[in-house]
């Protein structure tokens, strides 16, 4: 059985930094792509990053210059570091395999003084 697991989501002032965390079982992620996404409170999901196996790593304009992107084969983990964040941030983070509609259960980012 094929899953995803998010981590590293919490409570956080504005400003602060976070990395989160992607993990799979039935997935190698070192030869497919895996993305990110968010959805906040009563908007709709939005696409964040794009990170493929050679390592390129494409951005939603939005988040270019706070949001990075990386990746950990030897973990079969990927990786999206977010920086100088807004409460607008406020969202669960999700992860996905877009070749093969897997997705992770999210997990939760909070920006709030």
């Known amino acids: 059985q094929v899953q995803l697991v998010e981590s590293g989501g919490d409570l956080v002032q504005p400003g602060e930094s976070l990395t989160l965390s992607c993990t799979s079982s039935?997935?190698?992620?070192?030869?497919?792509?895996v993305a990110w996404y968010r959805r906040a409170p009563g908007k709709q999901r939005e696409w964040l990053a794009l990170?493929?196996?050679?390592?390129?790593?494409k951005y939603a304009d939005f988040v270019k210059g706070r949001f990075t992107g990386s990746r950990d084969n030897a973990k079969n983990t990927v990786y999206l570091q977010l920086n100088n964040l807004k409460p607008e941030d406020t969202a669960v983070y999700y992860c996905?395999?877009?070749?093969?509609?897997?997705w992770g259960p999210g997990t939760q980012v909070t920006v709030s003084s």
């Open positions: 039935g997935r190698n992620f070192s030869i497919d792509g």
């Open positions: 990170i493929i196996p050679a390592g390129i790593v």
């Open positions: 996905t395999v877009p070749k093969y509609n897997d």
